[in-house]
């Protein structure tokens, strides 16, 4: 029986009711039961607002967004986390942002280069520190084609003039190196980095090689905001490739600075996480008049579909080879599904992700028989949840910088059968004996993406939703009182 939008409101109201009275009226209205009829998701839900201090949010930070997010996976560059250790270390590598190359020789994605500020560097600052920085790492790494500076918090707190030592170390070195400046504190969540890292790349990427002459094809293609987590871009662009599109670039997943620089030339940019490049992709419409689209390659049925509408911005050739391509790997997919629907269907699935997932993988599931029961977005716009609507049933709940408290109590009235969230959460529900997978980097699989990718996610789900070790599991406090060499044994 379809759950009624007043019974969803009811239970909003129930788990919000622990909070303080001004706490849970600002809560309200980051909560509610979905509505697809609505155009606009402002008469439904609120987003992008500061985090209620107390509440807690597991929403990363402008650093976050830029260098781990849109810089960071630039492979070809050092990206040099400008302030203490932590923030570099804590976000280096953990997005297994795939690549080719050899790490240390003219690929750095997965190394950590940190001024290391101490106490005496923010009393006294750390440009010269950063000087010295930049040439050892290009005395150290010769074939490095450029350097990102990413501000952490303290150096927008004690203005370090990032800006004049990239201008001067540019001249130096003979290559780019760009300030970002991406201080955590800024903004509301690692949203805005995104934006500030897009800025950047306007300012000091794009234009740089307008005036180079470059061999091109009416089918030039660039994917955007697809960080090859697990191997994802690779997916997708075989099947670009084998619908006879040439992808120029990929930004940023297993990208070089010059193919990036090259991307003014394309003919169409193919949009993936929209929340984090929506605005590069929109100035380049702007500037080059080049159209942009989002796609979505989570699940055969949204693959089809993408693939379809990606041709058919190109001519009767390409439409043709896409539904060639389509149909050879019908007898790939097909078989996927015949496995694990039987096991999967009726399961129910809560989505709390960044980007672009809690919409993304909702046709994927579908395709495997799952039900997604309630999505949310950590930092997501109301233009994300606007696409979200649609996408799920009326009444399915919906939440905004979900807190723990909101995530965990949704998650027992509601009795989902598989929570796909982060790291910060993943093992909370496992405590709780629910089936659990780390949406944001795939739990060391993948790829996702494509047709290849949703043979893995389906094995991926049934593995997770269908282990056996969630009946034998239970949380410690919930342990028989008399009975503690149970509790410790279950623990």
Same mark, same amino acid.
């Given at each position: 029986?379809?759950?009624?939008?007043?019974?969803?409101?009811?239970?909003?109201?129930?788990?919000?009711?622990?909070?303080?009275?001004?706490?849970?009226?600002?809560?309200?209205?980051?909560?509610?039961?979905?509505?697809?009829?609505?155009?606009?998701?402002?008469?439904?839900?609120?987003?992008?607002?500061?985090?209620?201090?107390?509440?807690?949010?597991?929403?990363?930070?402008?650093?976050?967004?830029?260098?781990?997010?849109?810089?960071?996976?630039?492979?070809?560059?050092?990206?040099?986390?400008?302030?203490?250790?932590?923030?570099?270390?804590?976000?280096?590598?953990?997005?297994?942002?795939?690549?080719?190359?050899?790490?240390?020789?003219?690929?750095?994605?997965?190394?950590?280069?940190?001024?290391?500020?101490?106490?005496?560097?923010?009393?006294?600052?750390?440009?010269?520190?950063?000087?010295?920085?930049?040439?050892?790492?290009?005395?150290?790494?010769?074939?490095?084609?450029?350097?990102?500076?990413?501000?952490?918090?303290?150096?927008?707190?004690?203005?370090?003039?990032?800006?004049?030592?990239?201008?001067?170390?540019?001249?130096?070195?003979?290559?780019?190196?760009?300030?970002?400046?991406?201080?955590?504190?800024?903004?509301?969540?690692?949203?805005?980095?995104?934006?500030?890292?897009?800025?950047?790349?306007?300012?000091?990427?794009?234009?740089?090689?307008?005036?180079?002459?470059?061999?091109?094809?009416?089918?030039?293609?660039?994917?955007?905001?697809?960080?090859?987590?697990?191997?994802?871009?690779?997916?997708?662009?075989?099947?670009?490739?084998?619908?006879?599109?040439?992808?120029?670039?990929?930004?940023?997943?297993?990208?070089?600075?010059?193919?990036? *620089?090259?991307?003014?030339?394309? %003919?169409?940019? @193919? &949009?993936?996480?929209?929340?984090?490049?929506? !605005?590069?992709?929109?100035? +380049?419409?702007?500037?080059?008049?080049?159209?942009?689209?989002?796609?979505?390659?989570?699940?055969?049925?949204?693959?089809?579909?993408?693939?379809?509408?990606?041709?058919?911005?190109?001519?009767?050739?390409?439409?043709?080879?896409?539904?060639?391509?389509?149909?050879?790997?019908?007898?790939?997919?097909?078989?996927?599904?015949?496995?694990?629907?039987?096991?999967?269907?009726?399961?129910?699935?809560?989505?709390?992700?960044?980007?672009?997932?809690?919409?993304?993988?909702?046709?994927?599931?579908?395709?495997?028989?799952?039900?997604?029961?309630?999505?949310?977005?950590?930092?997501?716009?109301?233009?994300?949840?606007?696409?979200?609507?649609?996408?799920?049933?009326?009444?399915?709940?919906?939440?905004?910088?979900?807190?723990?408290?909101?995530?965990? *109590?949704?998650?027992?009235?509601? %009795?989902?059968? @598989? &929570?796909?969230?982060?790291?910060?959460?993943? !093992?909370?529900?496992?405590? +709780?004996?629910?089936?659990?997978?780390?949406?944001?980097?795939?739990?060391?699989?993948?790829?996702?993406?494509?047709?290849?990718?949703?043979?893995?996610?389906?094995?991926?789900?049934?593995?997770?939703?269908?282990?056996?070790?969630?009946?034998?599991?239970?949380?410690?406090?919930?342990?028989?009182?008399?009975?503690?060499?149970?509790?410790?044994?279950?623990?």
């Amino acid at each position: 029986m379809a759950t009624t939008k007043a019974e969803t409101q009811a239970l909003i109201d129930e788990v919000l009711q622990v909070y303080p009275e001004k706490a849970r009226k600002v809560r309200a209205k980051h909560v509610a039961p979905n509505d697809p009829s609505l155009e606009k998701s402002k008469g439904c839900i609120t987003s992008n607002r500061k985090s209620l201090p107390g509440v807690m949010t597991v929403r990363g930070c402008a650093y976050a967004g830029s260098k781990g997010v849109v810089w960071g996976p630039i492979k070809d560059m050092i990206h040099i986390s400008h302030g203490p250790v932590g923030c570099g270390q804590y976000s280096r590598a953990g997005r297994r942002n795939y690549y080719t190359g050899t790490t240390g020789v003219d690929s750095f994605g997965t190394l950590n280069f940190t001024s290391d500020f101490q106490e005496k560097d923010v009393v006294f600052g750390g440009d010269k520190k950063l000087v010295k920085l930049l040439e050892e790492a290009n005395q150290l790494f010769p074939l490095v084609k450029g350097f990102s500076v990413q501000s952490e918090c303290p150096i927008g707190l004690i203005g370090d003039d990032i800006e004049a030592v990239a201008r001067k170390s540019t001249v130096d070195l003979g290559k780019p190196v760009i300030a970002v400046r991406c201080e955590g504190f800024r903004g509301v969540s690692q949203s805005l980095g995104h934006h500030i890292a897009n800025d950047a790349l306007r300012d000091h990427v794009l234009g740089n090689r307008d005036d180079e002459e470059f061999p091109t094809t009416p089918y030039d293609v660039a994917i955007i905001g697809d960080y090859n987590i697990g191997g994802d871009a690779w997916s997708s662009r075989i099947l670009l490739e084998e619908i006879g599109l040439r992808v120029v670039a990929q930004w940023s997943g297993d990208g070089t600075l010059a193919e990036m *620089e090259r991307t003014t030339k394309v %003919k169409l940019n @193919l &949009v993936h996480c929209y929340r984090s490049m929506n !605005y590069i992709s929109r100035f +380049m419409e702007e500037k080059y008049e080049i159209p942009w689209m989002e796609y979505n390659f989570f699940g055969p049925s949204k693959t089809e579909e993408s693939l379809r509408a990606i041709a058919a911005r190109f001519d009767e050739t390409i439409q043709a080879k896409a539904e060639e391509v389509i149909a050879r790997y019908r007898a790939q997919w097909q078989p996927v599904i015949d496995k694990y629907k039987p096991r999967l269907a009726g399961k129910k699935v809560m989505l709390y992700v960044g980007g672009l997932r809690p919409r993304h993988v909702i046709g994927a599931y579908e395709d495997l028989g799952m039900e997604v029961i309630g999505a949310g977005y950590e930092f997501a716009h109301n233009d994300d949840y606007d696409r979200t609507l649609k996408d799920l049933k009326e009444a399915t709940l919906l939440y905004d910088d979900a807190s723990a408290y909101e995530l965990e *109590e949704f998650v027992k009235r509601l %009795k989902p059968d @598989l &929570v796909g969230s982060g790291i910060k959460e993943k !093992y909370v529900f496992h405590k +709780m004996g629910v089936a659990f997978r780390q949406m944001h980097s795939w739990d060391y699989s993948g790829p996702y993406h494509g047709f290849d990718g949703f043979a893995i996610f389906a094995r991926d789900m049934d593995m997770a939703v269908n282990s056996p070790v969630w009946s034998q599991l239970k949380a410690p406090w919930l342990a028989d009182a008399d009975a503690p060499e149970a509790a410790v044994v279950n623990g």
